[in-house]
């Protein structure tokens, strides 16, 4: 899962998809393309939310996307189309590009929508963006399902 600070958006992906997995088996972790935020914890108002949906997200610590998460990951969703940009700037080859994909293609296959960044906006904007997610999470998870 991929934003571009790993404060807002991406943590709150990555905690919802793991609340839907067998985190035993499938790997999910979170990261940003900036590198802003290292180390920190995710924004007050994405705990806020996930607290409220009973999601404790307060175990991850900013990190920014690097190269060798193409080796890691077998897929990588981006949370808009800048990201998306920003992800496929490091891709080696198209291997690593075919692992990125928009998280609200999910919901809204191949439109490209952008999951909206809640930074700049109130708590309603981070209830919006994780009501948002929890669809596209448990489309992922389904699927991951399947392939189980």
Same mark, same amino acid.
């Given at each position: 899962?991929?934003?571009?600070?790993?404060?807002?958006?991406?943590?709150?992906?990555?905690?919802?998809?793991?609340?839907? /997995?067998?985190?035993?088996?499938?790997?999910?972790?979170?990261?940003?393309?900036?590198?802003?935020?290292?180390?920190?914890?995710?924004?007050?108002?994405?705990?806020?939310?996930?607290?409220?949906?009973?999601?404790?997200?307060?175990?991850?610590?900013?990190?920014?996307?690097?190269?060798?998460?193409?080796?890691?990951?077998?897929?990588?969703?981006?949370?808009?189309?800048?990201?998306?940009?920003? /992800?496929?700037?490091?891709?080696?080859?198209?291997?690593?590009?075919?692992?990125?994909?928009?998280?609200?293609?999910?919901?809204?296959?191949?439109?490209?929508?952008?999951?909206?960044?809640?930074?700049?906006?109130?708590?309603?904007?981070?209830?919006? /963006?994780?009501?948002?997610?929890?669809?596209?999470?448990?489309?992922?998870?389904?699927?991951?399902?399947?392939?189980?």
């Amino acid at each position: 899962m991929v934003c571009l600070g790993n404060i807002c958006r991406s943590p709150l992906a990555e905690g919802i998809l793991k609340s839907k /997995v067998n985190t035993q088996k499938i790997f999910v972790d979170s990261a940003g393309t900036g590198n802003y935020h290292i180390g920190r914890l995710p924004d007050e108002r994405s705990i806020t939310v996930a607290k409220k949906n009973l999601l404790d997200i307060t175990d991850q610590r900013c990190r920014q996307f690097q190269m060798a998460d193409f080796d890691e990951f077998d897929l990588i969703y981006v949370m808009d189309n800048s990201n998306r940009r920003d /992800v496929l700037k490091l891709s080696r080859n198209e291997n690593d590009k075919d692992k990125v994909k928009m998280i609200l293609n999910e919901i809204f296959p191949d439109e490209n929508v952008d999951v909206p960044d809640p930074y700049h906006d109130n708590q309603r904007g981070f209830e919006n /963006v994780f009501n948002m997610l929890d669809k596209a999470c448990t489309i992922i998870a389904q699927r991951l399902l399947d392939h189980d």
